[in-house]
């Protein structure tokens, strides 16, 4: 089944529903805009308890208000600042604590896992392929750690310097945090999904202590020097999460817009799920 052409909505809340191509099983675009926590995650479940064996898979774009999650295992102990005003939300994905906020792309990945014949630990590498292929189409190098799911800032390739990648700003955030992921696998279904920071107030992740990785520092995307826009983002990463998640062959990277911004602190300490 084609994919249908994408618009880039106007207005995220009013943007029309899209089909991606995604293997064989197409994948439902939903862009539900600026939404509590609570609200998505009361949804994502409802969604995944009613879903039979012939529900579309779905990928919900969201950004949310300030909020803390703490994971199933996660230990209230890992925020730091009690006294933040930031709520904290207890929640049925793995991992511990981290942070979602205003400037952040989440994607909640409603995928039926059996369908797809995909194991979990599949799924999650497919995942983090996508957000890297996102972020190298805005020339930034990035790469995972073993053991630690989520994706990091590495060490620009020769081709990405000749591309203009910024080396300098790379350096200074070697190592550095810029997407999560945390997922919750029911009856072969996920729910939750990945966090991409693209421009945020980055200061709340100074107040948790995710999987007691004190000093692990985020970032966004405007840290490493791309002005990028949310909404250009998010569709770029629902596109190639879809591609990822269908098995379809990897495809370049193609350059996208984005402009240079001026240094800024980042926050020094990390969030994972």
């Given at each position: 089944m084609p994919a249908t052409p994408l618009a880039l909505p106007q207005d995220i809340d009013d943007a029309p529903d899209t089909v991606l191509s995604s293997g064989d099983y197409p994948v439902a675009l939903?862009?539900?805009?600026?939404?509590?926590?609570?609200?998505?995650?009361?949804a994502m479940r409802a969604f995944t308890d009613a879903r039979t064996a012939d529900t579309p898979d779905e990928i919900w774009l969201?950004?949310?208000?300030?909020?803390?999650?703490?994971?199933?295992?996660?230990?209230?102990?890992?925020?730091?600042?009690?006294?933040?005003?930031?709520?904290?939300?207890?929640?049925?994905?793995?991992?511990?604590i981290t942070y979602h906020g205003p400037g952040q792309i989440v994607a909640y990945l409603l995928i039926d896992l059996r369908r797809r014949k995909l194991m979990v630990r599949e799924l999650v590498?497919?995942?983090?392929?996508?957000?890297?292929?996102?972020?190298?189409?805005?020339?930034l190098a990035t790469d995972r750690k073993a053991g630690a799911p989520g994706i990091y800032v590495a060490q620009p390739s020769a081709q990405q310097v000749q591309e203009g990648a910024n080396v300098r700003l790379h350096?200074?955030?070697?190592?550095?945090?810029?997407?999560?992921?945390?997922l919750k696998i029911r009856n072969g279904c996920s729910y939750h999904g990945v966090s991409l920071n693209v421009s945020m107030d980055?200061?709340?992740f100074l107040a948790i202590n995710p999987c007691g990785y004190a000093g692990l520092e985020t970032v966004d995307m405007a840290t490493l020097g791309v002005a990028a826009g949310w909404r250009d983002v998010a569709l770029l990463l629902a596109e190639r999460l879809a591609?990822?998640?269908?098995g379809l062959p990897a495809s370049a990277a193609q350059p996208q817009d984005g402009t240079t911004v001026e240094d800024r602190p980042a926050a020094t300490t990390g969030s994972t799920e």
């Amino acid at each position: 089944m084609p994919a249908t052409p994408l618009a880039l909505p106007q207005d995220i809340d009013d943007a029309p529903d899209t089909v991606l191509s995604s293997g064989d099983y197409p994948v439902a675009l939903r862009w539900r805009g600026l939404e509590p926590y609570q609200q998505s995650f009361d949804a994502m479940r409802a969604f995944t308890d009613a879903r039979t064996a012939d529900t579309p898979d779905e990928i919900w774009l969201v950004e949310h208000p300030r909020v803390f999650t703490l994971g199933l295992a996660g230990d209230p102990a890992h925020l730091l600042l009690a006294d933040s005003g930031i709520p904290l939300v207890k929640v049925d994905r793995g991992g511990q604590i981290t942070y979602h906020g205003p400037g952040q792309i989440v994607a909640y990945l409603l995928i039926d896992l059996r369908r797809r014949k995909l194991m979990v630990r599949e799924l999650v590498r497919r995942i983090e392929e996508a957000v890297i292929e996102t972020l190298a189409s805005y020339n930034l190098a990035t790469d995972r750690k073993a053991g630690a799911p989520g994706i990091y800032v590495a060490q620009p390739s020769a081709q990405q310097v000749q591309e203009g990648a910024n080396v300098r700003l790379h350096g200074l955030h070697l190592g550095a945090k810029i997407a999560a992921l945390g997922l919750k696998i029911r009856n072969g279904c996920s729910y939750h999904g990945v966090s991409l920071n693209v421009s945020m107030d980055l200061q709340p992740f100074l107040a948790i202590n995710p999987c007691g990785y004190a000093g692990l520092e985020t970032v966004d995307m405007a840290t490493l020097g791309v002005a990028a826009g949310w909404r250009d983002v998010a569709l770029l990463l629902a596109e190639r999460l879809a591609h990822q998640i269908g098995g379809l062959p990897a495809s370049a990277a193609q350059p996208q817009d984005g402009t240079t911004v001026e240094d800024r602190p980042a926050a020094t300490t990390g969030s994972t799920e």
